[in-house]
């Protein structure tokens, strides 16, 4: 850690280049021809399109939510422009047909998207701005029958599968939210394992916001059938500017019997400057439906960036013997705020979660864990664990916990734990006289709080988390 | 007179000279005189509230310590403008009173970061986790530990006696020059002692010094001062040889604040 990390720990966040290519945008604003426009340019059947409108029409009636901890100023959906692409017209067949300006984008990124340079076992599919530019490794997927690719091309091609859960988890009028990815949602990735494959790679988008004024969109839908895994993970960061910008997505996972799912997110999009200048609005719906029998769903997130974070990764534990599980580190620093949680409903017998939060506040950042554990009528003998840490790194910052708890079978087992502790002189004085600087000191005392969470990621991942937590705060100890 | 002889005939150390220091706009030292040189340990006893804990995060660099007046060289260095870190990778190394838990972080690893942040200060290769592990293996021994405790977090459920001996085994693995031991005898029962007291005394080297603060006599039955200074009132008032240390377990601390306050 002395090394590699100290020198990170020093560099300001380092995704914030704004890559200079041609753009086709549509102007801002939304109405339905401007979702008549979207569904044009991705060749979408008349059924999506009539989905998106009614999205669209619920969206109309429905008002922005503000019960959650934190606060920012009026969004004007009119002035965002809903759909921006590079010109050059993406080939999926081919990465030579992709503009090079891409290639090097994600190379700067650390996502290579030639094979030959990839992380062994990794698939990436790269999302820029509205589009899905290039998937990676998809024969080799192909072979055992998974699909991965951009949701666009699977509307067109898979059709079937894409109409049969779409908007199965989380319906195109769920939240205020929802319901705009709905009408307007452009890109992201539809993963689909079939019965019994295990599926032979990390499945992998990383999405990259680069057009100012414009908001990314994006919707991903992941089907594991009977008896397979998937193990996927979600990336993504944006330019450095003075604007907010919104990013609004869903994702919809959906667990067959013995079927196990594990998604992963590390998520540093930009977090605005010191001042709270710039940065993006993150608010986004994430549902997994453990639909069969002992099926299994697991959300692990890193949130390091975003000026706001709003998500709530839940579970439907639908099947018996279904288990949901929540790991979840959220870093607020400066005037970042996270409002983060997750939300467990129990309605099959023997259903267990699990519920792991840390929250680290630095600076003058606001941290809140929201959280809902509901155990329904028919959930005979459900079982939850919930642990919510909260660690304090100054005095400006603040912490704060709402567990919800709703159970209506008196044979549920219910453990709540919680702690907040402060990162304090005496802890940073004993690691400084054994000879560490103060940032490896935090650093040390930060990563050994996140442990439980770390330890769900995957290998490289949970390097990649810890470096990243270092970047996020800086400047925090003096 | 004490203090003559040793000048003639050692190297110092650490040379503190009328130090002054307050915690919270209190001053609790008022005027430290202390000679350490080379190859020496050095007892510090005295009364509760008498300075001895302040003089030793003082030395060690604790930021909620400020000093008003005085000054400390450390091998002929200004050691109060160094940074704590700073004190560290030059050998000075505190051994804690109230030894810090840090959750989730292994004592294996905390000990490889601090042993390499020192290696690195001195321009010497890191070590990795292999090359360490062998070299630990010995530390482990003296100390009467076997491995298991190497990767549990550091002092996190440690029992009290756990965390002394824990912070002698940092003191075996990271060999500083000058160890300031700050009650580290306090809360442990005979048989820790002995271990910690002799673990001490065997790390004696002839280029280093321990400065050992301490309520009471018995762990100086197991290692033999060259010098036992008291302090009173944030002040030494009386330095001698072992047998001072005798005196003091049989006559108490008063007879020296009566002195102190009439001399």
Same mark, same amino acid.
């Given at each position: 850690?002395?090394?590699s990390?100290?020198?990170?720990?020093?560099?300001?966040?380092?995704?914030?280049?704004?890559?200079?290519?041609?753009t086709?945008?549509?102007?801002?604003?939304?109405?339905?021809?401007?979702?008549?426009?979207?569904?044009?340019?991705?060749?979408?059947?008349?059924?999506?399109?009539d989905?998106?409108?009614?999205?669209?029409?619920?969206?109309?009636?429905?008002?922005?939510?503000?019960?959650?901890?934190?606060t920012?100023?009026?969004?004007?959906?009119?002035?965002?422009?809903?759909?921006?692409?590079?010109?050059?017209?993406?080939?999926?067949?081919?990465?030579?047909?992709?503009?090079p300006?891409?290639?090097?984008?994600?190379?700067?990124?650390?996502?290579?998207?030639?094979?030959?340079?990839?992380?062994?076992?990794?698939?990436?599919?790269?999302?820029?701005?509205?589009?899905?530019?290039?998937?990676?490794?998809?024969?080799?997927?192909a072979?055992?029958? /998974?699909?991965?690719? #951009?949701?666009?091309? $699977?509307?067109?091609? !898979?059709?079937?599968?894409v109409?049969? +859960?779409? %908007?199965?988890?989380?319906?195109?009028?769920?939240?205020f939210?929802?319901?705009?990815?709905?009408?307007?949602?452009?890109?992201?990735?539809?993963?689909?394992i079939?019965?019994?494959?295990?599926?032979?790679?990390?499945?992998?988008?990383y999405?990259?916001i680069?057009?100012?004024?414009?908001?990314?969109?994006?919707?991903?839908?992941?089907?594991?059938?009977?008896?397979?895994?998937?193990?996927?993970?979600?990336?993504?960061?944006?330019?450095?500017r003075?604007?907010?910008?919104?990013?609004?997505?869903? /994702?919809?996972?959906? #667990?067959?019997?013995? $079927?196990?799912i594990? !998604?992963?997110?590390?998520?540093?999009? +930009?977090? %605005?400057?010191?001042a709270?200048?710039?940065?993006?609005?993150?608010?986004?719906t994430?549902?997994?439906?453990?639909?069969?029998?002992?099926?299994?769903?697991?959300?692990?997130?890193?949130?390091?960036?975003?000026?706001?974070?709003?998500?709530?990764?839940?579970?439907i534990?639908?099947?018996?013997?279904?288990?949901?599980?929540?790991?979840?580190?959220?870093?607020?620093?400066?005037?970042?705020?996270?409002?983060?949680g997750?939300?467990?409903?129990?309605?099959?017998?023997?259903?267990?979660?699990?519920? /792991?939060?840390?929250?680290?506040?630095a600076?003058?950042?606001?941290?809140?864990?929201?959280?809902?554990?509901?155990?329904?009528?028919?959930?005979?003998?459900?079982?939850?664990?919930s642990?919510?840490?909260?660690?304090l790194?100054?005095?400006?910052?603040?912490?704060?916990?709402?567990?919800?708890?709703d159970?209506?079978?008196?044979?549920a087992?219910?453990?709540?734990?919680a702690?907040?502790?402060?990162?304090?002189?005496?802890?940073i004085?004993?690691?400084?006289?054994?000879?560490?600087?103060?940032?490896?000191?935090?650093?040390?005392?930060?990563?050994?709080?996140?442990?439980e969470?770390?330890k769900?990621?995957?290998?490289?991942?949970?390097?990649?988390?810890?470096?990243l937590?270092?970047?996020?705060?800086?400047?925090?100890?003096? | 007179?004490?203090?003559?002889?040793?000048?003639?005939?050692?190297?110092?150390?650490?040379e503190?000279?009328?130090?002054?220091?307050?915690?919270e706009?209190?001053?609790?030292?008022?005027?430290?005189?202390l000679?350490?040189?080379?190859?020496?340990?050095?007892?510090?006893?005295?009364?509760?509230?008498?300075?001895?804990?302040?003089?030793?995060?003082?030395?060690?660099?604790?930021?909620?310590?400020?000093v008003?007046?005085?000054?400390v060289?450390y091998?002929?260095?200004?050691?109060?403008?160094?940074k704590?870190?700073?004190?560290?990778?030059?050998?000075?190394?505190?051994?804690?009173?109230?030894?810090?838990?840090?959750?989730?972080?292994?004592?294996?690893?905390?000990?490889?970061?601090?042993?390499?942040?020192?290696?690195?200060?001195?321009?010497e290769?890191e070590?990795?986790?292999?090359?360490?592990?062998?070299?630990?293996?010995?530390k482990?021994?003296?100390?009467?530990?076997?491995d298991?405790?190497l990767?549990?977090?550091?002092?996190?459920?440690?029992?009290?006696?756990?965390?002394?001996?824990?912070?002698?085994?940092?003191?075996?693995?990271?060999?500083?020059?000058l160890?300031?031991?700050?009650?580290?005898?306090?809360?442990?029962?005979?048989?820790?002692?002995?271990?910690?007291?002799?673990?001490?005394?065997?790390?004696?080297?002839?280029?280093?010094?321990?400065?050992l603060?301490?309520?009471?006599?018995?762990?100086?039955?197991?290692?033999?001062?060259?010098?036992?200074?008291?302090?009173?009132?944030?002040?030494?008032?009386?330095?001698?040889?072992?047998?001072?240390?005798?005196?003091?377990?049989?006559?108490?601390?008063?007879?020296?604040?009566?002195?102190?306050a009439?001399?």
């Amino acid at each position: 850690m002395t090394g590699s990390i100290e020198a990170q720990v020093l560099q300001p966040y380092k995704y914030g280049f704004v890559t200079d290519i041609e753009t086709d945008v549509v102007p801002p604003g939304l109405n339905e021809d401007v979702i008549r426009v979207i569904s044009q340019k991705k060749s979408e059947p008349e059924w999506m399109l009539d989905w998106r409108l009614r999205a669209y029409r619920q969206w109309l009636k429905m008002k922005e939510p503000h019960w959650s901890n934190v606060t920012y100023g009026p969004i004007d959906y009119q002035a965002i422009s809903y759909y921006a692409a590079p010109k050059a017209k993406p080939k999926l067949d081919s990465l030579e047909q992709v503009d090079p300006k891409l290639i090097e984008t994600f190379e700067k990124l650390g996502i290579p998207l030639e094979e030959r340079k990839r992380l062994a076992g990794v698939a990436v599919d790269a999302v820029f701005d509205s589009v899905s530019v290039a998937t990676t490794f998809r024969e080799t997927l192909a072979k055992q029958g /998974v699909i991965f690719c #951009a949701i666009s091309e $699977a509307i067109r091609e !898979y059709p079937d599968l894409v109409r049969e +859960y779409l %908007g199965s988890v989380v319906p195109h009028n769920d939240n205020f939210f929802a319901a705009l990815n709905s009408a307007v949602f452009t890109d992201g990735s539809f993963a689909y394992i079939p019965k019994g494959v295990r599926c032979p790679l990390e499945l992998s988008t990383y999405f990259r916001i680069n057009a100012s004024s414009t908001g990314q969109f994006e919707r991903t839908l992941i089907v594991a059938e009977e008896g397979s895994y998937v193990s996927y993970l979600e990336g993504c960061s944006a330019p450095v500017r003075d604007e907010n910008q919104l990013h609004a997505a869903v /994702v919809e996972l959906v #667990a067959l019997d013995n $079927a196990e799912i594990k !998604y992963s997110t590390i998520q540093n999009w +930009y977090p %605005g400057d010191e001042a709270g200048r710039g940065g993006i609005y993150n608010f986004v719906t994430k549902r997994g439906k453990c639909l069969g029998r002992n099926s299994k769903i697991s959300w692990t997130q890193v949130e390091t960036g975003s000026a706001i974070t709003w998500k709530y990764p839940g579970c439907i534990l639908q099947g018996d013997n279904s288990v949901g599980e929540f790991y979840s580190v959220a870093v607020t620093n400066n005037r970042q705020q996270a409002d983060t949680g997750t939300k467990m409903i129990h309605l099959g017998k023997n259903t267990r979660s699990t519920i /792991v939060s840390k929250g680290i506040s630095a600076g003058r950042g606001q941290n809140t864990y929201r959280g809902l554990v509901k155990i329904m009528k028919g959930a005979e003998h459900a079982r939850n664990y919930s642990q919510c840490d909260s660690m304090l790194i100054g005095d400006k910052c603040g912490a704060h916990t709402f567990p919800y708890i709703d159970v209506r079978n008196s044979s549920a087992l219910m453990e709540h734990e919680a702690s907040t502790s402060k990162i304090g002189e005496d802890q940073i004085f004993y690691c400084k006289q054994r000879g560490l600087s103060a940032e490896d000191a935090v650093n040390m005392i930060v990563n050994g709080f996140c442990k439980e969470v770390f330890k769900e990621l995957p290998m490289e991942f949970a390097v990649e988390a810890q470096r990243l937590l270092g970047i996020s705060l800086e400047g925090s100890v003096g | 007179m004490t203090r003559r002889a040793t000048r003639e005939t050692g190297r110092a150390l650490l040379e503190v000279r009328n130090l002054h220091a307050a915690v919270e706009g209190r001053e609790i030292l008022r005027g430290v005189d202390l000679l350490v040189n080379v190859g020496e340990v050095h007892a510090v006893m005295g009364p509760n509230g008498s300075g001895k804990s302040t003089l030793a995060q003082v030395l060690g660099g604790h930021p909620a310590y400020s000093v008003t007046e005085g000054s400390v060289l450390y091998q002929g260095k200004d050691l109060l403008a160094m940074k704590p870190e700073e004190r560290a990778r030059e050998g000075v190394f505190l051994a804690f009173q109230y030894p810090v838990a840090i959750r989730g972080i292994t004592n294996a690893y905390f000990l490889r970061s601090a042993l390499n942040a020192l290696r690195k200060a001195r321009g010497e290769q890191e070590l990795g986790p292999v090359e360490f592990m062998d070299a630990l293996e010995d530390k482990l021994k003296v100390i009467g530990w076997d491995d298991s405790y190497l990767s549990r977090p550091v002092n996190d459920g440690f029992s009290g006696g756990e965390k002394k001996r824990n912070e002698i085994l940092q003191l075996a693995v990271l060999e500083p020059k000058l160890a300031i031991l700050d009650e580290t005898d306090s809360g442990l029962d005979i048989d820790a002692l002995k271990t910690v007291a002799h673990t001490v005394d065997r790390l004696r080297r002839p280029d280093s010094a321990t400065v050992l603060v301490t309520h009471y006599y018995r762990i100086l039955t197991h290692i033999t001062p060259d010098f036992v200074h008291v302090l009173s009132g944030g002040r030494i008032v009386k330095s001698g040889a072992k047998e001072l240390a005798l005196e003091l377990e049989e006559k108490g601390y008063d007879w020296l604040r009566e002195e102190a306050a009439v001399g």
